[in-house]
C-alpha cells in the first residue's frame, strides 16, 4: 500500500495590513521556490505606502 501526502496551502485575510495580504497570496500563487526584491514589488507599492502613512485601505 503506497503512502500518499497531498498539502493545500491557503491564506485567510486577517491582516488590517493589505501588504502583508497581497505577499502571502503572492507566495500560494507563486510557482517559483524562493522569490528576492531589492525594490517594493509593483503589486504591492500602492498598499505599502498606504500603510507606511496610516492612510485608510477601503476605497
Known sequence: MGK???????HIYREANSCTDKLANFGV??????????SIPSFVK?????NRFN???CP
Open 29 to 38: 500563487s507563486s510557482r517559483d521556490s524562493h522569490t528576492w526584491w531589492n
Open 4 to 10: 500518499n501526502i497531498v498539502f493545500f496551502c491557503s
Open 55 to 57: 492612510l485608510p485601505n
Open 46 to 50: 500602492e498598499e505599502f505606502f498606504r
